[in-house]
């Protein structure tokens, strides 16, 4: 390889990897911990995260959408998850860090379901 060619295989690498580590860098604020107990209406058991589409009913008794997520499907395996660990109408309560910038997505540490299971998300058993 001649030089530029060096240099442009260097840079096309380092361009190419921006977004997959922003991609796994979760913006979120781990100042505090959040609570956030709603309704599933979507399950979704794909990688690179699983993430969990939930409506929460506010105080005022209005309807909040929120998306809650965790680690990829391997991980979430290795916790005891599946596919068919939550579907649509369970009612769940998820803890972990709201998005910095205030958005209603919360990266998950551990839900209970309503049997008072709990499931953790990225920490071990």
Same mark, same amino acid.
Not at 108 to 118: N, P, W
């Given at each position: 390889?001649?030089? !530029? #060619?060096?240099?442009? +295989?260097?840079?096309?690498? +380092? =361009?190419?990897? *921006?977004? %997959?580590?922003?991609?796994?860098?979760?913006?979120?604020? !781990? %100042?505090?911990? +959040?609570?956030?107990? *709603? #309704? +599933?209406?979507?399950?979704?058991? %794909?990688?690179?995260?699983?993430?969990?589409? &939930?409506?929460?009913?506010?105080?005022?008794?209005?309807?909040?959408?929120?998306?809650?997520? @965790?680690? $990829?499907?391997? !991980?979430?395996? @290795?916790? *005891?998850?599946?596919?068919? #660990? =939550?579907?649509?109408?369970?009612?769940? #309560?998820?803890?972990?860090?709201?998005? %910095?910038?205030g958005s209603n997505v919360?990266? /998950?540490?551990?839900?209970? =379901?309503? $049997?008072?299971?709990?499931? &953790? /998300?990225?920490?071990? !058993?």
């Open positions: 390889m001649n030089g !530029r #060619t060096i240099v442009a +295989v260097a840079a096309a690498a +380092v =361009l190419g990897a *921006g977004p %997959s580590f922003a991609h796994h860098a979760w913006p979120i604020d !781990r %100042s505090k911990e +959040v609570t956030v107990k *709603g #309704t +599933v209406t979507a399950f979704n058991w %794909s990688n690179p995260h699983v993430m969990i589409d &939930l409506e929460i009913k506010t105080d005022a008794g209005k309807i909040e959408k929120w998306n809650i997520g @965790g680690p $990829s499907t391997e !991980r979430m395996t @290795g916790n *005891g998850w599946d596919r068919n #660990t =939550l579907k649509p109408g369970d009612v769940i #309560t998820g803890i972990g860090y709201r998005h %910095s910038d919360v990266q /998950l540490q551990k839900i209970v =379901l309503a $049997s008072g299971r709990e499931m &953790l /998300l990225y920490a071990r !058993r």
